[in-house]
Nanobody, 128 residues
Framework: LSAAAASGGGLVQAGRSLRLSCAASGITFADYVIGWFRQAPGKEREGVSCISSRDGSTYYADSVKGRFTISGDNAKNTVYLQMNSLKPEDTAVYYC?????????????????????WGKGTQVTVSS
């Protein structure tokens, strides 16, 4: 299996939007729960969101609920994270990951403990 790779990061002003992409080779995203995470300097990694293509279930951390939207395109084997109304506190390296194939549904538990396959991150910087 190849790890997933996140892309689409950059430098934006507060209030603007970015869309991150997570693409993988070697696995079919539709068979896994896909999660987005972020880690800011000096802080622990935070689970941001996840999605399951099997039942459409999604989960969002309270810190991003209402501003971020996760979606998937099975034909492109890609998962997206649309980030709106960005805040300086959203600044972090963002990663995507795929779960163990044991998991079928996106839940807070799966996002926290069920991710097995990690890829390179992408830097998101939000200026005030």
């Amino acid at each position: 299996l190849s790890a997933a790779a996140a892309s689409g990061g950059g430098l934006v002003q507060a209030g603007r939007s970015l869309r991150l992409s997570c693409a993988a080779s070697g696995i079919t995203f539709a068979d896994y729960v896909i999660g987005w995470f972020r880690q800011a300097p000096g802080k622990e990694r935070e689970g941001v969101s996840c999605i399951s293509s099997r039942d459409g279930s999604t989960y969002y951390a309270d810190s991003v609920k209402g501003r971020f939207t996760i979606s998937g395109d099975n034909a492109k084997n890609t998962v997206y994270l649309q980030m709106n109304s960005l805040k300086p506190e959203d600044t972090a390296v963002y990663y995507c990951a795929a779960s163990s194939p044991h998991y079928s549904y996106c839940t807070r538990y799966v996002l926290s403990y069920g991710m097995d396959y990690w890829g390179k991150g992408t830097q998101v910087t939000v200026s005030s």
